[in-house]
T-cell receptor, first 110, second 114 residues
Framework: EADIYQTPRYLVIGTGKKITLECSQTMGHDKMYWYQQDPGMELHLIHY???????EKGDLSSESTVSRIRTEHFPLTLESARPSHTSQYLC?????????FGEGSRLTVL | AQSVTQPDIHITVSEGASLELRCNYS??????LFWYVQSPGQGLQLLLKYFSGDTLVQGIKGFEAEFKRSQSSFNLRKPSVHWSDAAEYFCAVGSMDSSYKLIFGSGTRLLVRP
């Protein structure tokens, strides 16, 4: 079983602030993903990574950026947060065809 | 276009009653199908998956799902619902290519009456 950790779980910030959502996993999985989920809506893939120094944009356009300097970390950054970024962000890693999800980071931008 | 449809936004059942959640998909390649459950404030937990073989798959917590290729469906079932099953359920489809992108449905919220 994979352990995926996301911090912070909840974040309320003002417009224009820079934020980083952390995601780490302890199982050495190469493939990691970020999904965005609005209340009552499906999950949309915004970023994914095949391994260190590999990142790709997902199906939903996002102003966020990601990095993959180490296998276990896959942080997501918003340089200047806006109210339209208010959402839940879910990180996942993949092994044997299965996605394992973290508990999510719920971001509110005022 | 690839898509997943969960036609029921909300479903309410009585505790002990049977449950079926519907999922239809549109996918060009051989589909790999999943059901996930999400409790409030939590991430998604895999209930079951179908890759190949027997079209009736068993999952955790007493859930099962049946893949019907002719109907492009992968409905989730449980014979007797427990109050702890109240949650949001997501159907997803993907493939085993290198990107392994999962496409999710919009979810069905299950409410359980005591």
């Amino acid at each position: 079983e994979a352990d995926i950790y996301q911090t912070p779980r909840y974040l309320v910030i003002g417009t224009g602030k820079k934020i980083t959502l952390e995601c780490s996993q302890t199982m050495g999985h190469d493939k990691m993903y970020w999904y965005q989920q609005d209340p009552g809506m499906e999950l949309h893939l915004i970023h994914y990574s095949y391994g260190v120094n590999s990142t790709e944009k997902g199906d939903l356009s996002s102003e966020s950026t990601v990095s993959r300097i180490r296998t276990e970390h896959f942080p997501l950054t918003l340089e200047s947060a806006r109210p339209s970024h208010t959402s839940q962000y879910l990180c996942a890693s993949r092994v044997n065809g299965e996605l394992f999800f973290g508990e999510g980071s719920r971001l509110t931008v005022l | 276009a690839q898509s997943v449809t969960q036609p029921d936004i909300h479903i309410t059942v009585s505790e002990g009653a049977s449950l079926e959640l519907r999922c239809n998909y549109s996918y060009g390649a051989t589909p790999y199908l999943f059901w996930y459950v999400q409790s409030p404030g939590q991430g998604l937990q895999l209930l079951l998956k179908y890759f190949s073989g027997d079209t009736l798959v068993q999952g955790i917590k007493g859930f099962e799902a049946e893949f019907k290729r002719s109907q492009s469906s992968f409905n989730l079932r449980k014979p007797s619902v427990h109050w702890s099953d109240a949650a949001e359920y997501f159907c997803a489809v993907g493939s085993m290519d290198s990107s392994y992108k999962l496409i999710f449905g919009s979810g069905t919220r299950l409410l359980v009456r005591p």
